[in-house]
């Protein structure tokens, strides 16, 4: 791993990309050092999922820079994808196999041959129960493999995670068990970026949250004191007419 200068592990500076004559992002900056979490909330269309694209190498900025843990996803996309535990909506893990035996799988994909001491201690530290550890994964409800999904991403001690809507379809007992997991990870050091909708659960775990409207971030919140953030005030920022028009 190369780290960014100032120890940012996630860096978009004034991106521009665009899918034809649609304009996506349009001057898009963000930073995410290590140890922080940061929350991308927008709208339907808004760019969350091209943002994500982008940072995993999926998608070339028009113009801008690009950089995860040092290096550029577009033209650096294995190293770059190296240093991502990437957790999507709906986690692609293998039915047909138990938690551990995905986690042993994926984890070999990767790379990474862990004893298995260390997959136990990684789902103890997910909370997942002990009895699913052995449980053929076509019975886990989202948040259970949420948690695979989790301890995979712990065990391959990246410095980056990407979160895309974790807390959709989640009850609030799993988001905030899920939530209590991702500060775990962010105080082991890494560098959490999620997109959501889900402004609760953003005020919950974000440090500083990012207000993406039209492919640009139109308002920063940054947590402040015991109560973190002023949920009414973000609630109306996020429903509020377009400022970016
Ligand atoms: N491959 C593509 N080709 C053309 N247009 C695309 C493509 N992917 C996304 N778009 C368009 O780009 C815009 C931004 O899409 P994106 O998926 O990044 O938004 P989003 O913020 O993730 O939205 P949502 O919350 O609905 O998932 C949308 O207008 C979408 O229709």
Known sequence: MSLTANGQRIVVNDV???YGSHAVLRGLTLHVAAG???????????GKSTT????????????????VAGYNPATQAD??????AYVPENVALYDHLTARENAAYLLALAGRRPEPQAIDAAFEATGLQEAAWDKRLGGFSKGMRQKVAIAIALLREVPVLLLDEPS???DPKATAD????????????AAVLMVTHDLLSAAD?????GFLEAGRIVDEAAAQGAD???????????????VAA
Do not use: C, W
Not at 36 to 46: S, V
Not at 79 to 84: F, H, K, L, S
Not at 205 to 209: E, N, P, S
């Open 228 to 242: 973190r953030f002023d949920v009414r005030d973000l609630h109306r920022k996020f429903t509020a007419e377009s």
């Open 36 to 46: 922080e979490i940061y929350a991308l909330l927008g709208g339907n269309g808004a």
């Open 16 to 18: 521009h990309l665009s």
């Open 205 to 209: 775990i974000a440090d500083r949250i």
């Open 178 to 189: 899920f939530n209590r997991l991702v500060h775990d990870v962010a105080r082991r050091g």
């Open 168 to 170: 959709s379809g989640l």
């Open 79 to 84: 190293q770059a994808r190296a240093q991502i």
């Open 52 to 67: 994500m694209s982008a940072l995993l190498g999926f998608v070339r900025p028009d113009a801008g820079t690009v950089e």
